[in-house]
């Protein structure tokens, strides 16, 4: 703001000296005669100044000058009070009046053009007072070769009559002259319905605006890059909201569905395959399953769920998957892996990746009713300091880049603005949940990554991932080995201040053979943990618990009965991973909505631990 200030004010007191030479100059040519010649003198002596018409057109142009000037210091007052691109248009109607007060035309655009893309976007004022017309047009090889030499050249193209054969064909009949002169984004336009229109010292004085129009546009694209990284910045922070919305629902919505699908697995298995309830109580569980998927959605989303990230060859995993891929594409697409046969390993989350690609294709097939083709390809990149993308700051080093391509419909700005957004989707009611690609934006965001979309109306999707790189190398295909029996007689302490879910968790242990000490909160199981008991083998406590949390009571129990293993169990893992969701090393989690299969999995995983 000071470095602003302070041009205004030089431009106010430049002004001032300005107007003060043009009194002086309007002064001089009152006092000096029109035309012809005359002689002053002191007297009958001979002459002391002789006046004559050179002298006379000198102070003419001289006046000129500093009057184009002045119109050029408003301009520029104008350009500076630009706070966004709005006020393009407030240039354009100022530019034209300021012109149109020194060069007799009858129309005058400035035209940005894009030589990359060969398209002009024309900003005239209309022909109602006041009216801005902004119209873009694809603009014709030949004649883009020659507005592209133009600007290179720096030089104004000047077609004086419709004998150009690049001029007659492309302009209304009644317009006989057009020059266009370059600025810094594309040229200034007028054009006359008279030949041989414009003299050297009008495209002289339309380049002297030019120049001033090379300001605004510099200014123009400062603007929008500026409101760019803002829409870019609003959005991460709404994303982030969200995130926080979705963990916080993600938690207490686990709670339910443990209790829901806990007591539907014991009833399932008291049933007798014959009896009447079985299959609403299957429904029931089932509903369960469903609803523990979608909240593991929103943990992904969120950046809450825990992962377990290991050495992968991406190439390997891709190839594994393609039989799965091709099951969910319809008989209608083609599938097509581009991979690198030189590509880095990641560290990475292997199931959180196959629930990537997974949704890109889903996301693809979907796209694609009438069939098309899906490309996934891999390859090593290097992202550079100081690299951004859309408005976002990248941490520079080697990266792979994981490319899902589709040749489907395409999105829109407002769509392609808002498709990492959890629930939001342009599928009919009941066709989707709107989680997919909110899922793969927490997944990616959460493994240290990067994702972004590049769409357009009817141009398809391409789905950009990038994985930071790492110097480990992939091991082999592990070997699967049989899991031990859940079965145990161990002596459980559970703390959990929800009661129902307290007394679920307990009939599913007892039910595998443990025996159960319970407790509502740190405090209860400190005082059950005091009195005597042969051995407490285990402690499985929620984490998030009032007054004393799961952690502080695992450090406090492990100082009284430091034989005695932990299990914490959250609907999120906050508390006992790092910022990336990573476990800390030795600490055994169980996450929620469990069932009785992963939980007695997962006790006897950690009892049966050295």
């Known amino acids: 703001m000071r470095d602003q200030r302070k041009t205004k004010a030089q431009l106010v007191e430049e002004l001032a000296h300005l107007r003060q030479r043009v009194a002086e100059l309007e002064a001089e040519n009152k006092a000096a005669p029109t035309s012809g010649t005359a002689r002053a003198r002191s007297g009958p002596a001979d002459p002391i100044r002789m006046a004559t018409t050179d002298t006379d057109i000198t102070c003419r142009q001289g006046e000129e000058n500093l009057h184009i000037e002045l119109a050029l210091q408003r301009l520029r007052n104008v350009i500076l009070q630009m706070e966004s691109e709005a006020d393009w248009e407030q240039v354009v109607q100022n530019f034209h009046k300021e012109l149109k007060a020194w060069v007799c035309f009858n129309a005058c655009s400035i035209n940005i053009i894009d030589l990359q893309a060969g398209t002009l976007i024309s900003h005239a004022v209309g022909p109602r007072k006041g009216v801005h017309q902004n119209i873009r047009k694809t603009v014709e090889p030949d004649l883009l070769k020659a507005l592209a030499t133009a600007m290179e050249n720096g030089r104004p193209w ?15 009949p009644e317009i006989n002259a057009v020059v266009d002169v370059p600025f810094l984004g594309g040229t200034v336009a007028i054009n006359s319905t008279q030949e041989n229109a414009f003299t050297k010292r009008d495209m002289e004085i339309v380049e002297k605006f030019a120049q001033v129009i090379s300001q605004a546009y510099r200014r123009l694209e400062d603007l929008r890059a500026l409101a760019e990284t803002e829409k870019r910045f609003q959005q991460a922070q709404k994303l982030e909201a969200v995130g926080q919305l979705a963990g916080g629902v993600a938690h207490d919505f686990n709670n339910l569905l443990t209790i829901i699908s806990g007591y539907s697995q014991m009833l399932l298995l008291n049933l007798g395959d014959n009896h009447s ?16 998927a979608l909240v593991r959605q929103l943990l992904a989303f969120s950046r809450r769920q825990v992962l377990h990230p290991e050495v992968l060859d991406l190439n390997a995993l891709i190839a594994d998957w393609e039989k799965m891929l091709h099951r969910l594409l319809s008989e209608d697409i083609t599938l097509e892996l581009k991979r690198s046969p030189f590509l880095s390993p990641v560290l990475a989350d292997e199931g959180q990746l196959q629930q990537v690609l997974m949704n890109l294709a889903v996301n693809a097939r979907d796209a694609m009713p009438d069939g098309g083709q899906l490309v996934i390809e891999t390859m090593d990149v290097e992202l550079k300091e100081g690299h951004v993308r859309e408005g976002v700051a990248v941490t520079a080093g080697p990266y792979v880049k994981l490319m899902v391509r589709d040749t ?14 959890p629930f939001f ?5 009941g066709k989707g949940t709107g989680l997919g690609l909110s899922t793969v934006y927490g997944i990616v965001k959460q493994s240290q990554g990067y994702v972004w979309v590049l769409s357009e109306p009817g141009q398809g999707a391409t ?3 990038y994985l930071p790189r790492t110097s480990e190398i992939a091991p082999g295909p592990a070997s699967a080995e049989p899991h031990s029996s859940s079965q145990g007689t161990e002596t459980i302490l559970l703390v959990e201040d929800d009661d129902a879910l307290r007394s679920v968790a307990r009939r599913m242990l007892t039910q595998r053979g443990y025996q159960v000490l319970e407790a509502s909160s740190g405090q209860e199981a400190l005082r059950l943990a005091s009195q005597p008991h042969d051995s407490i083998h285990l402690l499985l406590t929620d984490l998030v618990m009032p007054q004393m949390n799961g952690r502080e ?9 430091p034989e005695t293993k932990v299990v914490y169990m959250s ?34 995983e950690v009892l049966d631990s050295s």
């Open 553 to 561: 009571l695992a450090q406090t129990l492990s100082a009284m009965r």
């Open 425 to 429: 989707t342009t599928k009919k009611a």
């Open 408 to 421: 489907g419909m395409g999105m829109d700005e407002t769509t392609r603005a808002r498709v990492f957004e």
């Open 158 to 172: 000047y077609r004086p009559n419709r004998r150009d054969p690049l001029f007659a064909a492309r302009i209304p």
């Open 463 to 465: 789905f950009e991932i």
């Open 571 to 604: 609907g999120y893992a906050q508390g006992v991973t790092d910022h990336h969701g990573v476990l800390a090393p030795g600490t055994a989690f169980l996450q929620k909505p469990f069932t009785l299969e992963s939980l007695s999995q997962k006790v006897r």
């Open 277 to 292: 309830a079985r299959e609403e109580v299957k429904e029931i569980y089932t509903a369960s399953q469903r609803g523990s």
